[in-house]
C-alpha cells in the first residue's frame, strides 16, 4: 500500500442520481499494524473532494476512520472475509439515505492493483453501489 497510487471509476449519491466518472490520487502508507491514504479524487474536472483512511490492526479487526463523505469522518469497523478482501462497516456521524450506516470492502487482489467500493442501502430499502474505484501504482 505504501506510495503513489492511482485511480479510476465511479461515485454515485444516491439512488436517483447517476454515476460520475472520479480519477484519483493517493498516497498510502503501511506499517506492520496500519494502513492509511491520503489524496483526492475528481470528477468532470471541476468538482474535488479529498479523501482518505486510516485504519488500524486490532486482533482480526481493523477499526478507522474514513474521509470523503459531505457529512463528515465515519467511523470504520470490519475484518477479512478472505485472503484478499476486507468488509468494513461505515458509521457517519449523520444520517446518510435515511440512516448513519453505509459498507466499504477493500479488495487487494496482489497484482498491483486495489479496489475500493461502498454500497448504501438507500431508503427505498434498495442497496446501492456508490462508489467504486480501482488503483493501480503510479
Known sequence: MTGPW?????????????????S?????????????????CRAMLILKREIGAQLKRVGDRFVG?????????????????????????MTFPRSVNGDDVAK???TT???????????DKMESGVEVTTSSILFSRD
Open 24 to 40: 484519483c490520487k493517493i498516497k498510502g502508507e503501511q506499517t506492520a499494524d496500519t494502513i492509511g491514504f491520503a489524496g483526492a
Open 104 to 106: 466499504m470492502t477493500i
Open 6 to 22: 492511482s485511480g479510476k471509476g465511479f461515485v454515485q449519491k444516491d439512488e436517483g442520481s447517476r454515476p460520475m466518472n472520479v
Open 109 to 119: 487482489p496482489g497484482d498491483g492493483t486495489f479496489t475500493i467500493e461502498t454500497s
Open 65 to 89: 476512520t474514513y474521509k470523503g463523505a459531505d457529512v463528515g469522518i465515519a467511523e470504520l469497523d470490519g475484518s477479512y472475509v478472505d485472503g484478499e478482501t476486507v468488509e468494513l462497516t
